[in-house]
């Protein structure tokens, strides 16, 4: 299995634009996670799926930030408009609910910078 | 919710070990994990201990859990460089979603 796949890599953007994200998680996955990692506020729980369905989103700061997951294999966090405190590295990651541990495997994630 | 402290950074010299230390608030966890994250990448599951153990051994890492104390600690048995990572501690709250703390920085120097 290729892991979780995040795209793009880095993403340099101007204040006020829309800011894409997306995740492929690992296949057989029923949870999925995004993260949000920078130095002031560490590792954030943003939002996380459960069987492609919304189960929390209270770690998504404002507004301005939304994710869907229209299936099994894809989901995206949105950032519209974007400002510079949204810079950060922003992870997926995925898990299965069988076996017990609650192992989540993370994405390389990708490295946000607003102008 | 879980709330999960642990040192900032830690320092030490190739060869020797490392103790990395971590407190949690909620108990109900049934399973702490350590997470490992090298430069430039997401975090990776290294290693986790089963609440009711005390001590779990896997080769160079040894996983102590003092349930009184809410304390959990990482031991790395001959420090290598590329040992040298953040490290996060992490447990489940009451609702199974994993809260890792802020991550420790570990410096392995020659």
């Known amino acids: 299995d290729a892991g979780v796949i995040q795209s793009p890599r880095h993403e340099v953007t101007e204040m006020g634009q829309e800011v894409t994200l997306r995740c492929k998680p690992i296949?057989?996955?029923?949870?999925l996670f995004w993260y949000r990692q920078t130095m002031m506020r560490g590792l954030e729980l943003l939002i996380y799926?459960?069987?492609?369905?919304?189960?929390?989103d209270s770690g998504m700061p404002e507004d301005r930030f939304s994710a869907k997951m229209p299936n099994a294999s894809f989901s995206t966090l949105k950032i519209q408009p974007s400002e510079p405190r949204d810079s950060a590295v922003y992870f997926c990651?995925?898990?299965?609910?069988?076996?017990?541990?609650?192992?989540?495997?993370f994405g390389p994630g990708t490295r946000l910078t607003v102008l | 919710g879980e709330d999960v402290e642990q040192s900032l950074f830690l320092s030490v010299r190739e060869g020797d070990s490392s103790v990395i230390n971590c407190t949690y608030t909620?108990?109900?966890?049934?399973?702490l994990y350590w997470y490992k994250q090298e430069p430039g990448a997401g975090l990776q599951l290294l290693t986790y201990?089963?609440?009711?153990?005390d001590m779990k051994q896997d080769q160079r890492l040894t996983v102590l859990l003092n349930k009184k104390d809410k304390h959990l600690s990482l031991r790395i048995a001959d420090t290598q460089t590329g040992d040298s990572a953040i490290y996060f501690c992490?447990?489940?709250?009451?609702?199974?979603?994993?809260?890792f703390g802020a991550g420790t920085q570990v410096v392995v120097t020659p």
């Open positions: 990651a995925s898990s299965s609910t069988s076996g017990g541990v609650n192992e989540q495997f």
């Open positions: 296949s057989g996955h029923d949870y």
């Open positions: 799926f459960n069987n492609n369905v919304p189960i929390d």
């Open positions: 909620d108990s109900s966890s049934t399973y």
């Open positions: 201990i089963f609440s009711n153990m």
């Open positions: 992490a447990g489940a709250d009451s609702w199974g979603k994993l809260q």
